[in-house]
Nanobody, 123 residues
Framework: QVQLVESGGGLVQPGGSLRLSCAAS????????MAWYRQAPGKQRELVAA???????NYADSVKGRFTISRDNAKNTVYLQMNSLKPEDTAVYYC?????????????????WGQGTQVTVSS
């Protein structure tokens, strides 16, 4: 069984910073793309940032220059450093990962989601 567990959300004032973490656990042999998505009330879930296992990154235009995605492969963990936060960044943030793992039937590869963590930017 593979799980993604997120941490680091909370309430922050505009202009502040937060760092989100997402750790994958289970019988994992490889993690391919890791990503952060977010969903604000009444809006569709959107991609915030993604990072490949070769450390190539991709960002939504709305967060470029403010957010940084990184990963620690030894810890099966992805991070999202969020600086210069704005009220429009308020959303539930979800971790997503494309994971290769060992099952009782051999190796498998599936897409997994974390439970979500709330980020609120408000004065």
């Amino acid at each position: 069984q593979v799980q993604l567990v997120e941490s680091g959300g909370g309430l922050v004032q505009p202009g502040g910073s937060l760092r989100l973490s997402c750790a994958a656990s289970g019988s994992i042999f490889s993690i391919y793309v890791m990503a952060w998505y977010r969903q604000a009330p009444g809006k569709q879930r959107e991609l915030v940032a993604a990072i490949t296992n070769g450390d190539s990154t991709n960002y939504a235009d709305s967060v470029k220059g403010r957010f940084t995605i990184s990963r620690d492969n030894a810890k099966n963990t992805v991070y999202l450093q969020m600086n210069s936060l704005k009220p429009e960044d308020t959303a539930v943030y979800y971790c997503n990962a494309d994971i290769g793992y060992y099952s009782g039937y051999g190796t498998r590869r599936s897409d997994y989601w974390g439970q979500g963590t709330q980020v609120t930017v408000s004065s």
